[in-house]
């Protein structure tokens, strides 16, 4: 199983069509082998000149990680694999970097590090109220993020996501991220549709260097939930969204698209320019946070004209997201919501249309601790499939319902895909 897993990462990490998916950052100045890591590509800061040439010696990929502001006078060493900037950069200087680097890769470094913040503070009416332990949980989450870095993109291309460590508790400080911690990440990298830069804590590699039965232990599961993800690169897949967010700037009203997430409403964010018949088929509800021209109101008119869905135009950006997404997950009601999810208040799911009408739905639950999960999936399907990282595909039982298929994932840990599919 080790040997396969190894294979399958080198492949994915020397093919130049196919993205990695997770490339590991290191920071020390020695390395373990690639045989004992068991992968091909590592991603070092620039000071790290020592630990780069180690690596290259040992027949590691290498990239170096920049920041924006060093883009102009950084000049690659010899061996590497090409350049990875963190943040943004102008295209001019971009290409100017390209002629000295074999790649040149940006990092989004706007994401933080997933996990559960349960004192989740909100506003209500000049009042700041502080969310009691039965509350749903907020979720420091990335989803929204990919999405929106990901329409930006040209086809083909993926969103490379990256942040530093965010201490959730003071004996984190030292620590650094737990197992579980890492998987989460790679899960939700890997669920939404975009690649990871992965910073390993200090600690965690030392661990490591010095083969910590318990560090070599972590790192394999590591590296089965890295591998588990791969395959998502190559997965003939497309989002399904039934909700438009009319805005050119997503950004201004992120946490309009946040909160859509955060409740499971997966959507497509369209630039009032592009509004046409052809960007909003499938969708049932509009969600308009930008002023309209003549002509994209005129197709407003003929979208709800033809009763196609229901159209919002807030006045305003909700001073309340989160109320707000509420009211567009009742607005939309069960039969036309693509997924519901019960008893799972820690669990992100996106949906993606597969051919022969089938459906994958990736799921991720930030707790980290095993559940029972129930899901509603709209459409009616003859056989559900359920596979977990480091676990065998199953079969589980389903029911047909009111246009619906329910199902319950058995024991959801951290990550899973389902695969729905039609019969002939």
Do not use: C
């Not at 373990?32 to 991603?43: D, E, K, R």
């Not at 994401?111 to 989740?120: E, Q, S, Y």
């Not at 083969?211 to 998502?232: L, N």
């Amino acid at each position: 199983m080790r040997l396969a897993i190894a294979a399958i990462l080198a492949l994915l990490a020397l093919s130049p069509d196919a993205s990695a998916e997770v490339l590991i950052r290191w920071d020390l100045s020695s390395v373990p082998s690639p045989q004992a890591l068991g992968i091909a590509t590592l991603v070092f800061p620039a000071a790290q000149e020592q630990g780069i040439k180690q690596a290259l010696a040992q027949g590691y990929r290498v990239y170096v990680e920049i920041d924006a502001a060093q883009a102009a006078a950084f000049s690659p060493l010899d061996g590497i694999a090409g350049v990875i900037v963190k943040g943004t950069i102008a295209p001019d200087l971009r290409e100017r970097l390209a002629q000295r680097a074999k790649a040149v890769r940006a990092a989004d470094d706007r994401g933080k590090w997933p996990h559960i913040r349960t004192n989740w503070v909100t506003r209500n009416k000049d009042v700041l109220q502080v969310t009691n332990r039965s509350s749903q949980p907020w979720l420091e989450n990335n989803s929204a993020l990919i999405k929106i870095g990901a329409d930006r993109l040209a086809e083909g291309q993926r969103v490379l996501l990256t942040y530093a460590w965010q201490p959730v508790t003071v004996a984190d400080l030292d620590q650094g991220p737990r197992l579980e911690n890492y998987l989460v990440a790679i899960a939700e990298a890997g669920s939404f549709g975009a690649d990871l830069l992965l910073p390993l804590h200090e600690g965690f590699e030392r661990a490591l260097l010095a083969g910590a039965p318990g560090a070599r232990a972590d790192w394999t599961e590591i590296r089965t939930s890295i591998d588990f993800y791969a395959w998502s690169v190559s997965l003939p897949q497309q989002l399904l969204a039934n909700v438009a967010v009319v805005t050119g700037d997503p950004m201004r009203t992120f946490e309009i698209e946040n909160l859509l997430v955060r409740h499971n409403l997966p959507f497509a964010v369209v630039p009032p320019a592009t509004l046409t018949p052809e960007t909003l088929a499938g969708i049932d509800l509009v969600i308009v946070l930008d002023a309209l021209d003549g002509r994209a109101k005129q197709r407003i008119q003929e979208y709800t004209a033809a009763g196609k869905g229901r159209v919002v135009e807030p006045a305003e950006v909700p001073a309340d997201p989160n109320t707000f997404a509420l009211e567009m997950r009742q607005l939309l009601g069960g039969e036309r919501r693509v997924v519901d999810i019960w008893n799972g208040i820690t669990v992100l799911v996106a949906p993606y249309s597969r051919p022969a009408g089938g459906v994958v739905l990736t799921v991720v639950n930030y707790a980290a601790q095993a559940l029972p999960i129930q899901v509603r999936v709209r459409g009616t399907f003859s056989e559900v499939q359920y596979e977990a990282p480091g676990q065998p595909a199953v079969l589980l039982p389903f029911e047909v319902r009111n246009g619906g298929t329910e199902f319950v994932l058995p024991a959801l840990r951290i990550g899973a895909r389902v695969f729905l599919n039609r019969m002939p």
